[in-house]
């Protein structure tokens, strides 16, 4: 069974609510995970604003089997479209300082809500950066090592850690990149689309394009149309478009990211998340001649219970 | 009237077929536009390659009215989607070396049909890049100045001309990302959309950004993300989130290509299209203290006989 450090010290459930998803996790006193349940009702697809109905639906087992557990939500629950919209702490912060931010309310059982809050970044350009979720995340993952992070998905950021806070952050579309072309566009018009999105040696290729091109050939905008290209070529397969987009994206990304002083060759960075993205991004750093830090599962948890121990 | 010089002194049949459109314009001895007729039956629309019907029906009235003129045909309809497929010519390459690469053919009434190729610049990496129909353009446009053009569209290129050949160009799927975003993305979806969309001064402090950034900020696949950010900063209003993604990718498309080595400030560029994004690419040009060559209009029919009269 798997375990999550909980300074709590007692039983609590932690809402991981989304655009698209709403994860809950039941959690011991001692950090073993009781149970999870995972479904698709992210906030995008909850009609008038029945949040507390949804969430009571989900939890009512566990609360009937073990009572009055207090919750704790993080996400996307926490924005302007969601149950309760929180203002974001800034950056430079610290788990106590999100853990100061969090709003608390009680549910129809008698249970404590507590919502945790998102991370503005207010030094980048041309607007203040933004995340909500993540920043539990990084927090799970942890703040004692001075590191950067990546946490790949539709809107991948990129963190630094430093003395116990996070310090700034930067969102990369890259995922939604992926999505719209493999969907919406001219690749999207292969017939063969999805059948080999996981032949690694083609992302590879792509991602080689992308760390290797020549300045004028790094144009990203240009870098695109080589999908195109290299299926008119005949060098790439149609079977093989979405894996080579997939390699030109996330290479792109950590081309960029470099560029923008996130890492250079030979460092150590983390790499967080729990899906297969993860997989991916640690082959594409690789390439970037990167060293991962391991690291444990199940972030979002474990930051959630860190966070919400730093209050009062 | 509108009038181009027209080198074959007959009277001839230009057809611009794309992936969304067929552009048919009759065209006198002397240069004069006699007729032009534009519908949706791109190439995309045409089932079971009925290309012949399609392009009878639409120029019955003048093959009746004007007997058999010879028709010349450009763009996609010469792909492998389309009527007859034509290989690439190699850059660099002049009129005449597209001339020679001419398919002809005779249609049922007795007219000739001359097919244009496109152009390949097989320099690009990771792979050779392609265009159909923009080549013919750019010969309608001149070749007799050394000089930058850029084509704005769904896959805008860059090209370059000297010594009368066009001698290698790049395309940036601008236009695309632009119409992905702006109609599938919550990041500039928005119920407010196309109300202020020439709302310029938003486009430009879009541009401007991209333009501006410095190398932290400059990471494209970041830069998307502020369409959002100024949304939730308040800095910009849901009705100008499309001006301002247009000002983003387009200033981005100008910022990538002069890294890219297409222009320096100062320069003097060319801008061949037809409709209103050749005004918009010219005001970010000066943005980008960039001076604009005047040109015509017509570039595709100008050039498709200026090619056709260098056959034999």
């Known amino acids: 069974m798997d375990i999550v450090p909980n300074p709590l010290g007692k039983?609590?459930?932690?809402?991981?609510w989304g655009t698209t998803s709403l994860r809950c996790t039941l959690v011991d006193s001692d950090g073993c995970l009781l149970g999870n349940l995972e479904t698709q009702a992210g906030i995008q697809f909850i009609k008038d604003k029945r949040f507390q109905a949804t969430l009571m639906g989900v939890i009512a087992p566990w609360l009937e089997k073990h009572g009055n557990v207090p919750v704790v939500a993080l996400g996307m629950i926490t924005s302007k479209d969601g149950w309760v919209e929180l203002p974001y702490v800034p950056c430079p912060a610290t788990p106590a300082d999100l853990a100061?931010?969090?709003?608390?309310?009680?549910?129809?059982?008698?249970?404590?809500?507590?919502?945790?809050?998102?991370?503005?970044?207010?030094?980048?350009?041309p607007f203040p950066d933004v995340m909500r979720g993540e920043e539990t995340q990084i927090v799970g993952f942890g703040l004692n090592d001075p590191i950067t992070l990546v946490l790949p998905g539709t809107h991948s950021k990129w963190a630094r850690i430093a003395e116990e806070q996070v310090t700034g952050f930067q969102t990369f579309v890259t995922g939604e990149i992926f999505a719209l072309?493999?969907?919406?566009?001219?690749?999207?018009?292969t017939e063969a689309k999805d059948t080999d999105s996981?032949?690694?040696?083609?992302?590879?290729?792509?991602?080689?394009?992308?760390?290797?091109?020549?300045?004028?050939?790094?144009?990203?905008?240009?870098?695109?149309?080589?999908?195109?290209?290299?299926?008119?070529?005949?060098?790439?397969?149609?079977?093989?478009?979405?894996?080579?987009?997939?390699g030109i994206v996330i290479g792109n990304e950590f081309r960029?990211?470099?560029?923008?002083?996130?890492?250079?060759?030979g460092d150590r960075i983390g790499i967080v998340g729990n899906d297969k993205l993860k997989d991916r991004y640690g082959q594409v750093a690789e390439l970037f001649d990167l060293k991962i830090k391991a690291d444990g599962e199940h972030e979002a948890v474990a930051g959630a219970l860190k966070i919400l121990a730093q209050k009062n």
């Open 198 to 246: 996981e032949d690694w040696e083609v992302v590879a290729s792509g991602a080689r394009a992308a760390r290797d091109s020549d300045a004028a050939d790094a144009a990203f905008l240009s870098q695109l149309f080589s999908v195109r290209t290299g299926m008119l070529a005949g060098q790439l397969e149609p079977a093989q478009m979405q894996s080579y987009l997939s």
């Open 100 to 125: 100061k931010a969090i709003h608390s309310t009680t549910l129809p059982n008698g249970s404590e809500l507590h919502f945790l809050p998102g991370l503005t970044d207010t030094l980048r350009a």
């Open 256 to 265: 960029q990211a470099m560029a923008a002083g996130w890492f250079t060759k």
């Open 11 to 16: 039983k609590t459930i932690v809402v991981d």
């Open 181 to 189: 072309f493999s969907q919406h566009s001219f690749i999207a018009k």
